[in-house]
């Protein structure tokens, strides 16, 4: 017997996605998990502006991983040589496929530079694979302790893959101590549980 | 005070459902665009936010749990209609329209907003102290949904007509939230609840607000008639409740 919830869903006519929406532009999300730690760069997602991206960041990147400040800025930022003169905060990615690092900030009067700053101050001799730099006045600033960000005040544990196992695996104990398990156990479920 | 007499518990186990089901009713329908919504960022948040709702309609249902002993899984999936006190709103049909489950977000969000604020002086603290724990997270729904609302209203003329279209038809259900829960004079009268004035009002005031400069207008009238809140639910509540019971019914005692 199964839902009958989405048997009105209109057939989807012409394109699926709008030009408009194809063209929205990428955005990054750096995270910070305690105060204190380093900003971690967390992911990217697309939307419209920056109001929205702020908010689907806050869904998409803040309830899985819970954190304390969240920063989001356009892409093309990041890795733009050109700018103002201002604070940018910077950014290492010390090896491919590494999350970029947020290591501090350095005024400069363009991306070009702020990228040559964060190399000398930052890295010195050692080893990186890229840099990203933002003027912090591009960059929207989710702080949680005036902000809204994180529902710290409910459990969320259901969310995760270890809360659901948990409640799966005392049920499956459960089982087991009822010996309903033996029919189960002749076939492969044994390794999954 | 955490202890509550129980010349109360009726009536606060009343306020309490019209709470949790809003709750559990409204982010069952929203999880309907899990998958489907217009733009997948969309998608993810909304769902997000639908999960969240049905937390909440948990952590009440285990309020009720600690007054009357019933099992949440009963109170939440085990009743018949008419015992269900949510405002039909929150399983009014989107028909897959946005607009039209954006208008609902968005009247059934802040209301909710209003109404845990005011849960939040109940002088049962741990009404209050969960009211004021949920209240915090409720702010970021309406956060959120401020955000659409901006967008749309200011968008194109198309999306601000949808849009517009959306707030009026979802509005004779609006009114139906303002509905008063059975009883609830009753906690006014007992100094269990503090009477703050006319929800109504307040919610209006607060909407308005939010749609001003948006160029749309909100057309809601306060509540007449009974509805939801003492149990009298149209079709479109009878087939979520149906579609909700479905797996619940085919085993009622089944440990989940």
Request: overall charge negative; hydrophobic content about 30%.
């Given at each position: 017997m199964l839902s009958k919830a989405r048997t009105n869903i209109p057939e989807a006519t012409?394109?699926?996605?709008t030009p408009e929406v194809d063209s929205f532009p990428i955005w990054e999300v750096f995270t910070q998990k305690n105060i204190g730690d380093v900003h971690l760069h967390a992911g990217s997602l697309s939307a419209p502006d920056a109001s929205l991206a702020q908010h689907f960041a806050r869904e998409h990147y803040g309830q899985?991983?819970?954190?304390t400040n969240m920063w989001v800025g356009l892409r093309e930022t990041f890795i733009a040589d050109e700018g103002n003169q201002e604070s940018y905060e910077v950014f290492v990615?010390?090896?491919?496929g590494d999350r970029h690092q947020h290591v501090g900030s350095v005024d400069a009067c363009c991306g070009c530079e702020a990228k040559a700053k964060c190399k000398e101050q930052f890295v010195g001799d050692k080893s990186f694979y890229t840099i990203w730099t933002a003027p912090i006045s591009r960059l929207t600033k989710i702080d949680g302790d005036k902000d809204m960000i994180w529902r710290e005040t409910t459990d969320q544990g259901y969310r995760l893959p270890r809360g659901y196992s948990r409640v799966v695996r005392q049920k499956w104990d459960a089982l087991r101590a009822e010996q309903a398990v033996d029919t189960y156990q002749e076939e492969d479920l044994k390794e999954t549980f | 005070m955490s202890e509550l007499d129980k010349q109360f518990h009726e009536a606060i186990v009343n306020v309490l459902l019209c709470v949790a089901d809003d709750k559990l009713f409204l982010g069952h329908r929203n999880s309907?665009?899990?998958?489907?919504?217009?733009?997948l960022e969309a998608d993810i948040a909304f769902s997000s936010l639908a999960q969240d709702d049905i937390a909440h309609a948990g952590a009440f249902y285990e309020l009720i749990n600690s007054i009357n002993g019933e099992n949440p899984d009963q109170i939440a999936f085990g009743r018949n209609t008419s015992a269900y006190r949510c405002a039909d709103i929150v399983t009014k049909?989107?028909?897959?329209?946005w607009a039209n489950a954006i208008a609902r977000q968005f009247y059934c969000n802040v209301y909710e907003y209003l109404r845990l604020q005011r849960l939040?002086?109940?002088?049962?603290s741990p009404l209050a102290n969960l009211a004021k724990r949920i209240d915090a997270e409720q702010a970021i729904h309406v956060d959120h949904i401020t955000t659409w609302m901006e967008h749309l209203g200011n968008g194109t003329e198309d999306s601000k007509e949808r849009m517009q279209k959306a707030l009026d038809d979802y509005a004779p259900y609006a009114s139906m939230m303002f509905e008063a829960p059975r009883g609830i004079d009753t906690l006014f009268e007992g100094g269990i609840l503090v009477n703050e004035g006319c929800l109504f009002t307040a919610w209006k005031d607060c909407v308005d607000n939010i749609v001003d400069g948006t160029g749309l207008t909100i057309t809601v009238e306060p509540c007449t008639g009974d509805g939801g809140r003492t149990g009298n639910h149209d079709e479109d509540f009878t087939r979520s409740l149906n579609e909700l019971q479905e797996v619940f019914n085919t085993d009622p005692l089944a440990a989940w």
């Open positions: 012409g394109d699926l996605t899985d991983q819970e954190c990615q010390w090896k491919a | 309907d665009w899990t998958g489907i919504a217009p733009i049909d989107d028909e897959f329209n939040s002086n109940c002088t049962w």
